[in-house]
């Protein structure tokens, strides 16, 4: 295995994407050339040991800065990000397991992050416009689309099912007293032992833009372990998922939902059917599904900003 697929096993791993956890591979790959391999995890650790020792903006900027890029990638140089001592100690075993191996070549390491840091910027995320003189659904429903026009523009890419199933589960965030589970869009209920994508209670609640006969046998297995099947589903697949319920004697037993209605129309009642409580629930839920993404997934482009 060459060195750049190393690196992306170890990336795609452990989830080393975004923004703090770029600042600590910079950092630290500087810290091993600077300080020869084997590297020790406590000596790079402040007095307090809760920060990186030399993590910081400044540091980080300069690296960039000897790359050609000036955009500031995180104004705290992940000083301060959550596990970020985390990531350096992960990150420190991985070099010290390429070590054992040979001699580490910094430099095209180095050239990988700053890659990495490339397709950051580039990952432009969705743009959120709460327009109080549209509905709910159509607000939802232009996120979607923005959703769908990128997926078309990636081919392999679930994008939609990926945007889909974190808005659920952000609102869900928002309803229940305590959070729910979250995983990447990418874990198959059956790898992670899942009964659905979410779990309430007895409730299974499935997240699909194209229900199948697959999923609907899933169903038969939650109503056999005494869970109340939910699918949550584009309004095409709606149609779709209610047809194969049908086929399978399953219709009176599970319910389907559009996923546009089911999410506006929570946001209805959370906000107490007020305009600006709309909007604060609705602004309340694209940050829940922002630190979902920064928690399960490696793509920051799948963010969303909320327009001003």
Not at 23 to 33: D, F, I, N, Q
Not at 111 to 136: C, N, Q, T
Request: aromatic share 6%; hydrophobic share 40%; net charge neutral.
């Amino acid at each position: 295995m060459s060195l750049e697929e190393k690196l992306m096993e170890f990336a795609h791993k452990n989830r080393m994407r975004g923004k703090g956890p770029l600042c600590v591979a910079l950092v630290v790959s500087r810290h091993g050339k600077k300080l020869g391999m084997p590297l020790d995890p406590e000596s790079l650790l402040t007095d307090g040991g809760g920060q990186v020792m030399g993590l910081g903006k400044s540091a980080v900027q300069s690296i960039l800065k000897e790359h050609g890029i000036d955009r500031v990638l995180a104004e705290e140089g992940g000083r301060t990000s959550r596990g970020s001592v985390g990531n350096m100690r992960k990150y420190v075993a991985f070099l010290n397991g390429l070590h054992a191996s040979g001699p580490i070549n910094f430099d095209q390491m180095e050239d990988w992050w700053i890659e990495r840091v490339r397709e950051f910027f580039s990952g432009k995320p969705f743009v959120f416009r709460f327009d109080a003189s549209k509905s709910l659904r159509a607000v939802i429903r232009d996120l979607l689309f923005q959703a769908e026009k990128r997926q078309a523009q990636s081919h392999g890419s679930t994008v939609v099912g990926t945007m889909l199933q974190h808005l659920v589960g952000a609102k869900l965030n928002l309803l229940l007293d305590s959070p729910l589970r979250h995983h990447g869009a990418n874990v198959a209920d059956n790898v992670s032992g899942r009964e659905g994508d979410f779990i309430v209670e007895d409730v299974a609640i499935h997240v699909t833009t194209s229900p199948s006969e697959a999923l609907i046998r899933k169903c038969r297995r939650n109503l056999d372990n005494g869970m109340k099947p939910v699918i949550i589903t584009t309004d095409r697949g709606a149609v779709l998922a209610e047809g194969l319920a049908e086929q399978a004697g399953m219709a009176d037993r599970l319910d389907v939902f559009e996923a546009e209605q089911f999410i506006a129309g929570n946001l209805y009642e959370i906000g107490k059917f007020a305009q600006i409580g709309r909007r604060n629930t609705a602004e309340q839920l694209i940050a829940e599904y922002n630190a979902i993404v920064d928690e399960c997934e490696t793509d920051p482009g799948l963010r969303i900003d909320v327009a001003q």
